[in-house]
C-alpha cells in the first residue's frame, strides 16, 4: 500500500512464493498431523517433481513454473491470480475507512505505506482461500536460501515505489522549482478528455462532472496525488496495480481513475 488517501494497492506481479505440505498427505493419517500444515519445513518449488523441470531446467521462477505446470494439465492460471486479486482488494476496501479514520490526527495522508504479505490456500479445483494477512512479513532466506533473491525483488520493488530509490526526493518538491521534477513528471502528462476540454461548449467552466479530472480544474493537493501516482507507475518495475484498478487501461495518462 503506497497511498491511504486516495487508496492505491500494488502486488508483486511477477512471482510468488510457493509453499507445499512438507510429506505427502494421501492416504489421510489422523496421527501424523503435520503432513497438513505448511510450517517452516515446508517443500519449496524446487523439490518438487511436477514443478522441478520447469524451475530447474528451463529456469523459471516460481510463479512461471505454477503456471506452466497448470497449462500442461490444460487448466488456466490466471483463474487463480485473479481470486488472489480480488480477495486483496476486497480486504483493502473492507478496512479503508477504518484507516482512513486512523489518520485523522495527520496533516496528511499522502506519505503512508506499508507492505503485507497475503497467504492463501487452493483446493484441488484451484479454488483460492485467504489463511491470512501478515504486517511487517519475514524475508529472512536463511532457511531456504533460494528465496533470497524473491525477497530481494519485493524489498526493491517497494523502495522503488515508494521513492526510496529514486534520485529525486518527491516528498519535498512543493518547495522545490518546478524544473526539479518536470523532468520526471510533466503537467501535460496530467492532461485527459482532450476531446472535451477542446470543445468549444467547454471554456473550461469545471462546471460538468467530466471536468473532476481536467487539469485547470484540479486543486493543488489533487495534483500532487496524480504526480505521486505517475512516479509510481514509471517506478513499478515488476509490480502490477490492484488499486485503483488497471484491469481496463494502465497507461500513465489514464490518471482520471485516481480522483476521489
Not at 521534477?181 to 476531446?195: I, Q, W
Request: with cysteine.
Amino acid at each position: 500500500m503506497t497511498s491511504i488517501n486516495p487508496l492505491r494497492v500494488y502486488i508483486l506481479d511477477n512471482e510468488a512464493l510457493l509453499r507445499f505440505c512438507a510429506r505427502p498427505y494421501h492416504p489421510f493419517n489422523s496421527t501424523d498431523l503435520n503432513s497438513y500444515v505448511v510450517g517452516d519445513d515446508y517443500t519449496p518449488t524446487w523439490l518438487m517433481p511436477s514443478l522441478r523441470k520447469y524451475f530447474i531446467d528451463l529456469n523459471l521462477n516460481m510463479k512461471e513454473s505454477f503456471n506452466a505446470y497448470l497449462r500442461s494439465l490444460g487448466k488456466d492460471p490466471n483463474f487463480v491470480w485473479k481470486q488472489i486479486e480480488d480477495s486483496i482488494k476486497t480486504v483493502y476496501y473492507a478496512k479503508e475507512e477504518q484507516m482512513l479514520r486512523l489518520t485523522d490526527t495527520f496533516e496528511t495522508t499522502r506519505h503512508f505505506f506499508e507492505m503485507v504479505r497475503f497467504d492463501f490456500a487452493l483446493d484441488e479445483d484451484l479454488n483460492v482461500y485467504l489463511m491470512e494477512a501478515n504486517m511487517s512479513p519475514n524475508l529472512s532466506s536463511a532457511h531456504f536460501a533460494p528465496n533470497k533473491l524473491l525477497y530481494e525483488q519485493v524489498i526493491f520493488n517497494l523502495l522503488s515505489l515508494v521513492g526510496v530509490a529514486r534520485t529525486l526526493d518527491t516528498r519535498t518538491w512543493t518547495n522545490r522549482s518546478p524544473d526539479d521534477y518536470n523532468m520526471m513528471v510533466t503537467t501535460k502528462e496530467m492532461s485527459v478528455n482532450e476531446e472535451l476540454c477542446a470543445n468549444a461548449e467547454c471554456h473550461l467552466s469545471c462546471k460538468a462532472s467530466e471536468c473532476d479530472v481536467c487539469y485547470h480544474c484540479l486543486k493543488d493537493e489533487q495534483k500532487l496525488v496524480l504526480k505521486d501516482a505517475v512516479l509510481e507507475q514509471h517506478s513499478k518495475w515488476m509490480a502490477k496495480r490492484l488499486i485503483p484498478s488497471t484491469s481496463d487501461v494502465d497507461r500513465v495518462n489514464a490518471m482520471s481513475v485516481i480522483i476521489v
